[in-house]
């Protein structure tokens, strides 16, 4: 396993990102000083040259000898000769921790989300996401591989500007430090004013990306309608607020690089001019050399500075990024499976103890569910109906484990669900939802998905019980036919039987069906009916429909009314009793 898969991201902080940072790279120490180390060698010409070019000046006005030109040359070119490999070692060192700490965000963040609650992605836009995973961690590698070599290079050649001006002519180091002020009063200027202003650009681009990932996803409804131009004018919206929000941002960039240049050059100027008339007067015994170095250095000297002051909008969207990365590393709803106990075999039977369940912020009243008490046996049959918002698909995902109880317990096989490793669980477990998503592969990769190595026949088994070996022999490559994005060259129908192979592959002990049939034509939903039947079969299998005549050879129907169950029985029973399923197949009947 690599380093970037197994790094603690735990060090993440968003109040700290810079510390955070700091703490990611300490594994990299050893790379990252021998990276420095080259770089100071390849970079050493920049800050020595001005060395050279003041010892050239001087030989000319003093009118030899020539044979110390030679000698000089000879070592200016053996300096410049000593950068490219070094500079090779530099990029394999630095740009190699940059993208090694790239892998290690986007690795922790994509584990992350895997471990976060279903509760969390719901609330969460998909493309926001994506926006962290993908933007953000490119802004952080930008940092690394702009600010990086820049910066070093500034405090490279700062040091050495400083060092050969204290050799040649130490009187001038006193001129060097206004520098210092003027640098640190440009940075403070800046430093607060931008973090506010990353922070504002940041969230509008990620409202920007929720709205665009939004219209893709409703161009059909969108086409249908006849109402291109009010998501256009939706989606126009939110980027005048990037665009806005950009410009705010670019301006203060700008302003601040405008009045860090004029500021310098005036004092490089200022360097210049009095270094000269230092010469001049005999205040000091400067050579004309040493006039050309001091204005050189000091050039030099106030260039690294700004270089350095210039990196800190690229430092400041850096951090602000590194903050947002640490927005889902930090996020404390997680699904905590660590310690628990490990589950090796499951037969299906579960019991929910006194159940209540309310979602945050609703108080006990408004709760999603209240009191449940059920018993299921193994290899039973339950089917779940009622009102759009009575429960179902709360009672669903709390079986599955995606929402624990906020009253009551869930037992499974006799065990407190609370105590189980629910990762091992759902290897027993398959889902069928109403509208099956499948991935950009093939059919066979759709079926296998996760299982590692299947034997050939394992598969065909379970697309012959789901009744899709038709669709396999209709397609050109077979099994090994591309089915699009989110299976998008697949009939509704033909997805659904694709997901319920995929679920008899993996030969689950509890079944979950919800509406599986309720978005298809008649054609298919009797397609898919004879190989849900196929699926159930010695299964325990809950059933969530909307359709009464899909559940009919159900073993128990739960009927259930605001969160409560209202009656229980088989279809015939429920029909005698004449009380709210009754009610129900009546109306769909009509």
């Not at 926006?131 to 940092?143: G, Q």
């Not at 008339?277 to 050309?292: M, Y």
């Not at 927005?327 to 037969?347: F, H, L």
């Amino acid at each position: 396993m690599t380093r970037s898969s197994t790094a603690p991201l735990a060090a993440v902080d968003a109040a700290h990102p810079a510390r955070s940072l700091a703490r990611l790279l300490r594994p990299y120490r050893g790379r990252l000083a021998a990276s420095v180390i080259a770089f100071a060698v390849k970079d050493s010409p920049l800050w020595l040259l001005p060395v050279i070019t003041a010892a050239i000046v001087d030989i000319v006005v003093d009118g030899g000898p020539g044979m110390r030109l030679i000698w000089i040359g000879a070592g200016a070119l053996a300096l410049l000769a000593l950068n490219y490999p070094m500079h090779v070692l530099f990029v394999r060192l630095f740009f190699g921790t940059s993208r090694e700490l790239g892998a290690q965000l986007r690795n922790g963040l994509t584990s992350r989300l895997q471990s976060l609650s279903i509760g969390f992605h719901s609330r969460s836009s998909a493309a926001v996401i994506q926006s962290k995973v993908v933007r953000d961690v490119e802004n952080v590698e930008l940092l690394f591989q702009q600010a990086g070599p820049s910066t070093l290079s500034a405090v490279f050649v700062l040091a050495g500007a400083i060092v050969m001006t204290a050799i040649n002519v130490p009187e001038f180091l006193v001129v060097y430090l206004l520098t210092v002020p003027v640098a640190a009063a440009l940075t403070l200027a800046m430093r607060r004013r931008a973090a506010r202003r990353n922070e504002d650009f940041r969230r509008e681009v990620e409202r920007f990306s929720s709205r665009v990932g939004e219209m893709a996803s409703l161009i059909p409804i969108t086409r249908a309608h006849g109402l291109e131009e009010v998501a256009s004018e939706r989606v126009a919206r939110s980027a005048e607020g990037v665009r806005s929000a950009g410009l705010t941002l670019d301006l203060l960039n700008g302003r601040f690089g405008s009045a860090t240049w004029i500021s310098f050059q005036v004092l490089g100027v200022g360097c210049l001019l009095l270094a000269a008339l230092a010469a001049l007067e005999g205040w000091l015994p400067i050579t004309p050399g040493q006039v050309v170095l001091l204005g050189s250095y000091f050039s030099i000297l106030t260039g690294a500075v700004t270089s350095i002051v210039s990196m800190l909008p690229l430092f400041a969207r850096g951090m602000e990024s590194l903050k947002s990365i640490a927005e889902v590393i930090q996020e404390p709803d997680v699904e905590r499976n660590e310690g628990k106990d490990a589950v090796a075999a499951v037969a299906g039977g579960i019991r929910l103890d006194a159940v209540g369940f309310r979602y945050p912020g609703t108080d006990a009243a408004t709760g999603a569910l209240h009191d449940i008490e059920l018993d299921i046996a193994e290899g039973e049959t339950i089917a779940f109906v009622g009102p759009s918002g009575s429960g179902k698909s709360t009672m669903l995902n709390l079986v599955l484990g995606f929402l624990r109880p906020t009253e009551g317990r869930i037992l499974l096989d006799g065990r407190d669900m609370e105590q189980l490793d629910l990762r091992t669980v759902r290897r027993f477990v398959s889902v069928v939802p109403q509208e099956s998503v499948l991935f950009e592969g093939s059919i066979r990769e759709n079926v296998a998905y996760g299982l590692g190595e299947v034997p050939d026949e394992r598969v065909r088994l379970a697309l012959r019980d789901a009744n899709a070996l038709e669709i396999v022999e209709a397609m050109p490559d077979g099994w090994d036919t591309v089915v699009g994005e989110r299976g998008a060259r697949l009939s509704g129908g033909q997805r659904q039987r694709i997901a319920i192979a995929r679920a008899l592959v993996r030969d689950p002990r509890i079944l979950l069906l919800d509406e599986a049939t309720s978005a298809l034509d008649s054609e298919s939903e009797q397609k898919v009916k004879d190989a849900l039947t196929t699926l159930m079969r010695g299964r325990t299998t809950l059933v969530v429909a909307h359709r009464l005549s899909t559940i009919r050879s159900a073993d128990r129907i739960v009927v259930l009314d605001h969160g409560r169950i209202a009656e229980i029985g088989s279809h015939d029973e429920l029909l005698a009793a004449g009380g709210r399923y009754a009610q129900l197949h009546r109306i769909q009947s009509a």
